[in-house]
């Protein structure tokens, strides 16, 4: 049974991977990896049809997506052109070295994709971790709302990502899975 929630996402050295299985487990969602030539697995565009929600991530690469992840969206251009994403839910999530790394930018980008498709896009929906007594572990410390943001130290191995960036992806899940819920 495909799930009602499918991430699409590239991950150029495994971080990225790791917030995109900790969103999955927040909402029971399909993973679709983007492999290294920017194409999807057999049945990809499948699955992304099937799918209720359609959460987008990359890390965030010079200000923007990876190329892989832009390929993908370029291939996209024969789904706009029938509407098969139009009204179903988007989403996005990125990560990159710098607490800010231009991660807007990359949400933005995840936006104008899931705009041009026709879609509804949902935020993280939740308060930023930003009084005094705030630690970088606290659950969405980086207080984005257009979408989920991860940093991780440039020298850190997936294992070593911040715990509170991993329960803020998970958190994000839920709140797709519950948007999705109510769009019944």
Known sequence: MTS???????????????VAQAVAEGCDATLLAI???????????????????????????????????KKFMDASSSVWARQGWKDKLAAGFTNSA??????????????????????????????????????RGDVNYLASFAGLMTATPVDATPDEMIAGDLDT?????????DVVRRMN
């Not at 030539?37 to 923007?64: D, K, N």
């Not at 710098?98 to 879609?119: C, E, R, V, Y």
């Open 35 to 69: 492999d290294e030539h920017g194409c999807l697995p057999p049945a990809g565009w499948e699955q992304l049809a099937a799918a209720r929600a359609i959460v987008f991530g990359s890390p965030t690469y010079m200000g923007s997506v990876s190329w892989q992840f």
């Open 98 to 135: 710098g607490i800010n790394g231009d991660k807007l930018a990359t949400l933005h980008t995840f936006f104008t994709l899931s705009q041009q498709h026709g879609m509804l896009w949902a935020g993280t929906g939740m308060m930023p971790s930003n009084a005094k007594a705030a630690r």
């Open 4 to 18: 009602s929630v499918s991430i699409v996402f590239h991950s150029g050295h495994g971080h990225t991977a790791k």
């Open 169 to 177: 992806a998970r958190l994000f899940g839920r709140r797709i899975a």
